[in-house]
């Protein structure tokens, strides 16, 4: 299971794929809106997989 935001790609905006989930407020991304990706690690050693999550840009609505 993931638990801590490990990087957050703040050099440019971007669109998450269909169905992403806000990380924030947990709403649903419309594929209109421009996001921030970040990465979560899963817990436990050795274990380098990362999973990309995104989260509104500049912030969450409202």
């Not at 957050?8 to 649903?28: F, I, M, N």
């Not at 809106?33 to 989260?55: I, K, Q, W």
Request: some cysteine; aromatic content about 6%; charged content about 30%.
């Amino acid at each position: 299971m993931a638990t801590a935001l490990d990087r957050v790609t703040e050099e440019y905006g971007t669109y998450a794929p269909k169905g992403s989930t806000c990380l924030v407020c947990k709403q649903e991304i419309k594929r209109s809106e421009r996001v921030r990706r970040g990465y979560l690690r899963p817990e436990g050693e050795g274990s380098n997989d990362m999973t990309a999550v995104y989260h509104h840009s500049p912030k969450c609505p409202a």
